[in-house]
């Protein structure tokens, strides 16, 4: 089957521009993740959603960055007004539901975002 | 808040040498800790887990230890190869109010032939 998969897979855009960047998550898995992860740097968790709890967004670096996850399925990443320093892969990976205390994640390629 | 940090963040070794990979964490709830792999541009694979109620786990080259009261777990890798060279994370996480994983900054392995 599918793995998780992420859209665009490169995204350059002028500084003050908002972005949109898409996951989709394996079919089945109720957990999704996001991270952001600079160059040459680990990764920082940005926000996790479970089933149709309350996402837990503790992550999220400002108020620019905002998610969104549709009929516990598909996810996509806002990033308002662009700064260079959101410059960065982002992330993303999905699970299925940790119920009994943690299972693996199973990330995307990443979306390369360049904020010119 | 949580941490978890991992060293060192550059090893080099000759092939067929071991490499081990050290991380201690703050939050005494964790109870999940899993290894991922990433090579260049793509994105990280679970190589090896532990849970809390196990002290060591092995797989074929790959071994994890972890001291729960230390909070610290390692990661063994023997009889190096190449393609065994890449970035490497430690991660952990818990259950108590979701399942927030917090990863180490990653240590980059290289297996020189």
């Known amino acids: 089957g599918a793995g998780v998969s992420q859209s665009p897979s490169n995204k350059v855009t002028e500084k003050g521009k908002d972005v949109e960047l898409r996951c989709d998550p394996i079919?089945?898995?109720?957990?999704l993740y996001w991270y952001r992860q600079s160059l040459g740097q680990g990764l920082e968790f940005l926000i996790y959603f479970q089933g149709n709890s309350a996402p837990d967004k503790s992550g999220l670096p400002s108020d620019r960055f905002s998610a969104e996850r549709t009929g516990g399925s598909v996810s996509t990443l806002t990033i308002q007004r662009t700064q260079q320093e959101d410059s960065a892969v982002y992330l993303c990976?999905?699970?299925?539901?940790?119920?009994?205390?943690?299972?693996?994640?199973?990330f995307g390629p990443g979306t390369r975002l360049t904020v010119l | 808040g949580e941490n978890v940090e991992q060293h060192p963040s550059t090893l080099s070794v000759q092939e067929g040498d071991s490499a081990v990979i050290k991380c201690t964490y703050s939050d005494s709830a964790s109870n999940y800790f899993p290894w991922y792999k990433q090579e260049l541009g793509k994105g990280p694979q679970l190589i090896i887990d532990?849970?809390?109620?196990?002290g060591e786990k092995k797989d074929q080259r790959i071994a994890v230890t972890l001291n729960k009261t230390a909070k610290h777990f390692s990661l063994h890798i023997t009889e190096t190869q190449p393609e065994d060279s890449a970035v490497y994370f430690c991660a952990a996480s818990s259950n108590t109010g979701g399942f927030k994983t917090i990863f180490g900054a990653g240590t980059r392995l290289f297996v020189k032939a």
């Open positions: 990976a999905s699970s299925l539901k940790t119920s009994g205390g943690g299972l693996e994640q199973f």
């Open positions: 079919s089945g898995h109720t957990a």
């Open positions: 532990i849970r809390s109620n196990v």
